[in-house]
């Protein structure tokens, strides 16, 4: 596993977790 590799991994993690965390934000607003 190059380094590439585990920058993308952790960039896409994230970005699943802050959506995650949007959608239930939004949901209880709702």
């Given at each position: 596993?190059?380094?590439?590799?585990?920058?993308?991994?952790?960039?896409?993690?994230?970005?699943?977790?802050?959506?995650?965390?949007y959608?239930?934000?939004?949901?209880?607003?709702?």
């Amino acid at each position: 596993m190059t380094i590439m590799e585990f920058w993308l991994g952790g960039i896409v993690a994230v970005l699943l977790l802050i959506y995650l965390v949007y959608c239930l934000f939004k949901a209880e607003e709702m």
